[in-house]
């Protein structure tokens, strides 16, 4: 089965340069969100997008943006990288099922792209 | 915003059954209880979800009393292969993760 596909798998950057993450959901999943997981830390949540619309935001820096494009794909875009943006970037899509409260379907995550800063 | 505990590490044996119980006492009443498995460098893996009693399905069960405040993630037979990090972020809108139970599976 098709899972979501994170590129690129790895990518080294320097300091206050930039970096563009993309994802690419399952098909026909209608929801992405963006998460980062630091050395030996837990994942932690940075935005969504539902049908294209940011539907959430968690502990996203100014320097980053992100979008969801018209086929479901997303990227991340990081600017004025830092040593401490050194991370695990995991992207995970669902379908929302109508965004029916009774109905939750699990997150399906890519494998991510590890960003190194040097 | 709804917070859950784990403990941070747990050591089994191959063939043994291995119980994780997460807290979670401020469930919101939309919430799925869900857990994932994660290995180093790859993005985690859903496991199980429930909303109340019990779940079962090919590879775990999951245990919710009736107040929800806890659920208990029941692994049978383990092998070394199931030797990971598991957590058990609540679902509404998005998954929050909490500190996750380390799982050491000796031979």
């Known amino acids: 089965a098709a899972g979501v596909i994170q590129s690129p798998r790895h990518l080294i950057k320097e300091k206050r340069e930039t970096a563009t993450l993309k994802c690419y959901p399952i098909?026909?999943?209608?929801?992405v969100y963006w998460y980062q997981q630091g050395p030996g830390q837990d994942p932690q949540f940075l935005i969504s997008?539902?049908?294209?619309?940011?539907?959430d935001k968690g502990s996203i820096p100014d320097r980053f943006s992100a979008q969801q494009f018209s086929d479901y794909h997303s990227e991340l875009n990081m600017s004025s990288l830092e040593l401490g943006d050194s991370a695990l970037y995991f992207c995970?899509?669902?379908?929302?099922?109508?965004?029916?409260?009774?109905?939750?379907?699990?997150?399906?995550f890519g494998n991510g792209t590890r960003l190194t800063v040097t | 915003l709804a917070k859950t505990t784990q403990p941070i590490s747990m050591d089994s044996y191959e063939g043994q059954e291995v119980n994780i119980t997460c807290s979670h006492n401020?469930?919101?009443?939309?919430?799925?209880i869900t857990w994932y498995q994660q290995f180093p460098s790859q993005g985690p893996r859903f496991i199980i979800q429930?909303?109340?009693t019990k779940v079962t399905n090919e590879v775990a069960s999951l245990f919710i009393p009736a107040d929800r405040k806890s659920s208990t993630l029941s692994l049978p037979r383990v092998s070394l292969s199931d030797t990971a990090v598991y957590y058990c972020?609540?679902?509404?809108?998005?998954?929050?993760f909490g500190g996750g139970t380390r799982v050491l599976v000796k031979p």
């Open positions: 995970a899509s669902r379908s929302a099922g109508g965004q029916d409260s009774s109905y939750n379907s699990p997150l399906h």
């Open positions: 098909p026909r999943h209608d929801t």
């Open positions: 997008f539902y049908e294209k619309m940011q539907s």
């Open positions: 401020n469930i919101a009443t939309n919430d799925y």
């Open positions: 429930g909303y109340k």
């Open positions: 972020p609540l679902a509404g809108n998005k998954l929050t």
